[in-house]
């Protein structure tokens, strides 16, 4: 059967997934009667809720007579690590682009991966039933940003097509019938190359692993594209490192190929296949998987390297335990080594006294999404404030700058360029205004963007877009502030009172309800003024003969504010903590008592 490998990239939410879910449809991958969730490659239950692919994930569908292996690869550059590994996988792309948008960072972000690679993209202006819809406008700038990325000849020369992935359709024309996806399909055959492996199926075998897996029942497995040879099942092969240091000699004892959403066992793999084999113990990503007789390991991509790193603590708080099951550093640890081992774009390390990790990756969403899948699995931890990851290059010390590109209503522009270019230390590069919308592109230090999300919502009403890929390194820009406003922090043990809280409003805004449990040390609401300040939230209202207690039920509370896990990661302070547990999320500081407290204070003068 003649074969096709290709991935599907684009920035995040221009719909990648929903347009991988109706090639599957339209090929025949499901019955007709056949249930299947929407977004059926977004399997992770995170994917879901936060409607972003994490996980890169390949299926393969068959279209008269040809097999087109398709990879789903993530949009945000948090999850780099996924993208630039499949790429090497595959021998071209399908680059999508919402018409109203136009190409955004994430798009230029694996779009140079891609280019860099030498693959030749097919474009796809998807969404272009939406009402603000501009695909010519859009098309315009996709041939801007591939010739700003230094596309061949070949890659500029790129065919397109207009299409609505949730409608179903795809044409070459924008007024054509808009039945199905057989232009699409057509194009892939046409204009991706057969797998050039193909050409070496007669050498010995060998394949470059790009993910790594666990199964419960067959254990560590390695998926790649076969780049030459033939393997049976059974067969004893090798495992090379990058430079060609031989790990280990293992004897294979399953391959899988990708067939719809399921993997199905077949008895040998060819050359120009994507395939997952187990069987090996050490082997993992980057390594070259081969025959006996080879020994030059296949080239790997290199990965750029973290960003930022965060502290991975065990709770020790009052409250620690009553959540979670999963309390001790023995088991963190066990953990986070497991996800460094499966996911190369994050490196983990142990600090002195053992009780906390550091866990560095590239930005605060893939820490949030790694944080949250251990709370569901029954963890609890103590996180510290994000800390930007520097480089010392001849006598230099260097910081990671990201280009930001910022959507808003010409209205809050002012405030958004004044936030970005001053204290927070970043450039502007471009801005440019079309209906009522400004964009602005600016390099920012990583560490001026921790904690801006929130206020940048705030300072939009929340109709803000901002978007940020890693882009250089840079000499460091000096200290920049951080939050200014102080911290209301408990004094007692116990749950919180309402009537204590009334009184406290007028000290500042509360992150607690009523009948919230609290401690000493716990940071329960934002000081309004630059200085921390500690405070009974526990101080009910003195009865006497006169008042009756049913007057307490008469007092009205603000809302509190209720953070999510990235926010309060991002809105603590270096001595500060986010006490993260199955059922919730509290902010405290690092040191609980008041006295140790001060003592620190002081001896850092």
Not at 221 to 227: F, I, S
Request: with cysteine; net charge negative.
């Amino acid at each position: 059967m003649d074969l096709r490998n290709i991935a599907i990239i684009a920035h995040v939410d221009h719909g990648k997934t929903t347009l991988v879910d109706e090639l599957l449809k339209q090929s025949g991958a499901f019955r007709e009667n056949q249930a299947v969730a929407e977004r059926a490659m977004d399997s992770n239950d995170i994917e879901r809720e936060r409607g972003i692919t994490i996980l890169a994930k390949a299926t393969s569908v068959e279209w008269r007579g040809m097999r087109i292996n398709i990879v789903d690869t993530p949009g945000h550059a948090d999850f780099g690590g996924e993208v630039e590994r499949i790429l090497s996988m595959v021998d071209g792309v399908v680059l999508l682009v919402d018409a109203a948008e136009g190409p955004m960072p994430q798009t230029k972000f694996v779009t140079s991966k891609a280019l860099a690679l030498g693959l030749r993209p097919i474009v796809v202006l998807n969404k272009v039933d939406k009402p603000d819809a501009e695909p010519d406008r859009a098309l315009n700038e996709v041939f801007d940003l591939f010739s700003s990325l230094d596309a061949d000849e070949d890659q500029l020369d790129f065919p397109h097509l207009y299409a609505s992935g949730r409608a179903g359709w795809a044409d070459a024309e924008l007024d054509g019938p808009r039945k199905d996806l057989t232009a699409l399909y057509q194009l892939i055959v046409n204009h991706v190359p057969r797998p050039r492996q193909i050409a070496h199926k007669n050498d010995d075998f060998s394949m470059l692993a790009t993910t790594l897996g666990a199964d419960p029942f067959i254990g560590r497995t390695l998926t790649g594209r076969v780049e030459s040879g033939h393997l049976r099942v059974g067969a004893t092969v090798q495992a090379l490192s990058r430079v060609g240091q031989k790990i280990e000699q293992f004897r294979v004892s399953k391959i899988q190929a990708f067939r719809g959403l399921s993997m199905q066992e077949i008895d040998e793999a060819s050359a120009g296949d994507i395939v997952t084999l187990a069987g090996m113990s050490k082997a993992t990503v980057a390594d070259t998987i081969c025959a006996l007789a080879v020994d030059v390991p296949l080239p790997a991509q290199p990965i750029d390297p973290p960003t930022i790193s965060v502290s991975f603590g065990i709770n020790n708080s009052p409250l620690a335990g009553r959540d979670g099951k999963k309390v001790q550093s023995r088991v963190i640890r066990e953990r986070l080594m497991r996800e460094a081992e499966t996911n190369v774009a994050i490196r983990v390390t142990d600090t002195p006294g053992g009780e906390a990790f550091d866990v560095a990756g590239r930005g605060e969403l893939q820490m949030g999404v790694l944080i949250e899948n251990m709370r569901r699995e029954g963890f609890e931890l103590s996180i510290s404030r994000p800390r930007v990851l520097l480089r010392e290059e001849d006598g230099k010390t260097l910081e990671p700058i990201e280009e930001v590109t910022i959507d808003v209503d010409d209205e809050y522009a002012g405030a958004v360029i004044e936030k970005i270019t001053g204290p927070r230390k970043g450039e502007m590069t471009d801005m440019r205004q079309t209906a009522g919308k400004t964009r602005i592109i600016a390099h920012v230090p990583s560490r001026g963007l921790i904690g801006y999300h929130g206020e940048f919502l705030t300072d939009t009403r929340g109709t803000g877009v901002l978007n940020r890929v890693f882009y250089t390194w840079a000499p460091h820009k000096g200290p920049i502030q951080g939050r200014r406003a102080g911290v209301l922090i408990s004094i007692e043990d116990g749950e919180a009172v309402a009537y204590a809280l009334w009184n406290l409003e007028e000290r500042g805004r509360l992150f607690i309800g009523p009948q919230e449990k609290v401690y000493q040390g716990m940071i329960i609401g934002e000081h309004s003024r630059e200085n921390d300040l500690e405070v009974n939230p526990l101080k009910g209202k003195k009865l006497t003969n006169v008042r009756a207690s049913g007057t307490d039920e008469a007092v009205r509370l603000t809302t509190h504010i209720q953070f999510t896990l990235e926010e309060a990661i991002a809105y603590i302070d270096d001595d500060e903590l986010v006490e993260v547990t199955p059922n919730a999320i509290r902010l405290r500081k690092r040191l609980l008592d008041p006295h140790e407290r001060k003592r620190q204070a002081r001896s850092s003068i």
